[in-house]
Every structure is written in structure tokens, then in C-alpha cells.
């Protein structure tokens, strides 16, 4: 992929996925000095969503992160029925699929607090500032800490800004 | 002789103090989303790389990053 973030969520947006960019790229987005690797997003589990999405990730051929390659780790519709959280492997790409975030909740508690915003000719929802500190203050591992004063700036200058 | 002491923070304060360069921030506000992912997607391709020669390095030597070498 030319543009790994950008071609999977245009994937996704055009496949009319329901879903959040979260993690870092969602602070990223909306400003904050943030690098990370990987994409994450939050999505509805409707069974019409698991099969939209699935169907969009299919051409990719995602695998699950971390089994050893020589299993027949399938990822389909009902692997996503089987599970919520998934860190899966696309090419030499990480993609993160999450159900629930800690202390913020799901996509139906994300959706309401989520961000709009421009990526060229798309509207994608991104979580909200405030709710990425929230989970990345509860979820505490040293990389997520580490952003915290970034992130917290970011939404300072933002609210002087307007 | 006395010798004054320097304040070595001259050198290494690169327009900011503590954790975040806000300086930073209020230029990436100044951006577009699109142009905020663009301009993050050479810097993550970046760290990729880096961490995947780490991580590559770290097979030839598995004392790397040990705390053993």
C-alpha cells in the first residue's frame, strides 16, 4: 500500500464500515506531536458491520499477530463474530480492530463523543481527544503515559484556539 | 582560577521545556488533518524501519538490549 493509514481507512469509508479511528493516529489527526506505527479502530459489532468489514479487509489478507505462521488462522466475518479485540497483521502492517477501550467503553460510547474531520475527499470519526487521554491514562503502559503531556497540550491549545 | 560555570541547558533547550514542544503543536494546528497524516506517515514509516533493524539486530545478538552487552 502506498499510504498504509490513509488506504485503510478509505477502504473501510468506502465499504461503509461503521467505525472510529482511534489510538494515536486519532491524536495525530487532530494535531498532537504523536509517531506510531500502527492503525486502530474501534467498530460496531452489528452482524451487517462484521460483514462489511470483513469484506473489506479480505482482499488484504490480514492474519492474526503473533500465531505462528504455519497454523490456518483464518480471518473472516466469523472469526469477527468469535471475538472483539483483534491486533492483526496486514502485509508488514499492524492493524488494531477493538470492540471496547478501556474506561472510555465501546463504539456506541465512542461514536457519541467522536470528532469529524477531512482526510482529502472523506469525513471520518476520530475519537475525541479527551476520551484518547481517558483510555491512555487507564490503560497506563509506559508509551501510552509518555503521550499523555502531548496529548493534554494539544487539547489545550486547541480549546485557546477554538 | 575560578572558572565560571555554564549553563549547559543553552545547548540542548531546542526552544522548549519539559515534556512538550508546543511550539510543535501550534504549527501541526496550523495544518490540515490530511496534511497532519501525510506529514506523520514519513515519520512512521521511519520508526518502522528503525524498529525493525532493532528488532533484527537484536536476533544476531540477543545480548543487545539485555542489559548483558
Not at chain 1, 29 to 48: E, F, H, M
Not at chain 1, 51 to 58: E, G, I, K
Not at chain 1, 117 to 143: F, H, N
Request: aromatic share 4%; hydrophobic share 45%; glycine share 6%.
Amino acid at each position: 500500500m502506498q499510504h498504509f493509514v490513509k488506504d485503510t481507512i478509505r477502504r473501510l469509508v468506502q465499504a461503509e464500515v461503521e467505525f472510529v479511528v482511534v489510538g494515536g493516529i486519532s491524536g495525530v489527526l487532530q494535531g498532537a506531536s504523536l509517531v506510531t506505527v500502527d492503525l486502530d479502530i474501534c467498530y460496531k459489532r452489528s452482524p451487517a458491520n462484521l460483514a462489511r468489514l470483513a469484506a473489506a479487509l479480505a482482499p488484504l489478507e490480514p492474519k492474526l499477530r503473533g500465531l505462528p505462521s504455519e497454523l490456518p488462522a483464518a480471518f473472516d466475518e466469523r472469526t469477527l463474530h468469535l471475538g472483539t479485540n483483534f491486533t492483526l497483521q496486514v502485509g508488514d502492517e499492524n492493524l488494531d480492530l477493538l470492540a471496547e477501550m478501556k474506561a472510555i467503553g465501546g463504539y456506541e460510547q465512542i461514536i457519541a463523543q467522536a470528532v469529524e474531520v477531512p482526510i482529502d475527499d472523506l469525513r471520518v470519526k476520530v475519537l475525541s481527544l479527551e476520551q484518547l487521554i481517558a483510555t491512555k491514562a487507564a490503560v497506563g503502559r509506559l508509551k501510552d503515559l509518555a503521550a499523555l503531556p502531548i496529548l493534554k497540550a494539544t487539547l489545550e491549545l486547541k480549546r485557546q484556539h477554538g | 582560577m575560578a572558572v565560571d560555570r555554564v549553563d549547559q541547558r543553552q545547548f540542548f533547550d531546542l526552544g522548549h521545556q519539559g515534556d512538550v514542544d508546543y511550539t510543535q503543536i501550534t504549527h501541526l494546528l496550523e495544518l490540515t488533518p490530511t496534511q497532519r497524516l501525510d506529514r506523520h506517515e514519513g515519520w512512521r514509516l521511519f520508526v518502522k524501519e528503525a524498529l525493525s533493524r532493532a528488532a533484527l539486530r537484536q536476533r544476531h545478538d540477543p545480548a543487545l538490549g539485555s542489559g548483558r552487552s
